[in-house]
């Protein structure tokens, strides 16, 4: 499916139309952010819309290739300095894995997004949840322990 957009676009007119298409046109929405990251290829915000969209369901799109075009928006935003972009594409391949419970790669994500982002008490949960999911128990009570010294009301962590 191809984006549709007028010729000559910018990679910010792509992604601005890949936004509007992403709730009634996922497929031209993901056209829309492949278009734009070949525009702009050093933009982490674009790689990471479109791994984000890949990550749809309805998308058909390997799981694998979503978590590549991730990773690449991840090493992106630690180019330009940005580590909590980074850790929040780190945190949304982990949470792809764990809808799948495949916890070894959901917990090698959390991983890393939880050194660019320590202080993230819900992030610390999600770690604890894949390390526990793995049998690694003391692992996943140090990760707990971490998100309540961070924030002892989280209720995320509680649970």
């Given at each position: 499916m191809a984006c549709d957009a007028a010729a000559g676009s910018s990679a910010s007119e792509w992604l601005q139309r890949?936004?509007?298409l992403l709730a009634k046109?996922?497929?031209?929405?993901r056209a829309c952010f492949a278009d734009a990251a070949l525009a702009d290829p050093l933009s982490y915000r674009l790689a990471e819309q479109l791994g984000l969209a890949?990550?749809?369901?309805?998308?058909?799109?390997?799981?694998s290739t979503a978590v590549a075009t991730l990773r690449r928006a991840a090493n992106l935003a630690l180019r330009e300095g940005n580590r909590s972009a980074a850790a929040a594409v780190h945190?949304?391949?982990?949470?792809?894995h764990a809808r799948r419970q495949d916890w070894a790669?959901?917990?090698s994500a959390f991983g890393k997004a939880f050194k660019l982002a320590p202080t993230d008490c819900v992030l610390s949960a999600h770690l604890a949840q894949a390390r526990a999911a793995l049998g690694q128990y003391?692992?996943?009570v140090d990760a707990l322990?971490?998100?309540?010294a961070e924030d002892h009301a989280c209720?995320?962590?509680?649970?």
């Open positions: 890949g936004e509007s046109q996922p497929a031209q929405a890949q990550l749809d369901q309805q998308a058909n799109v390997p799981l945190r949304a391949v982990g949470e792809a790669p959901a917990s003391q692992r996943a322990r971490a998100a309540l209720l995320t962590a509680h649970q």
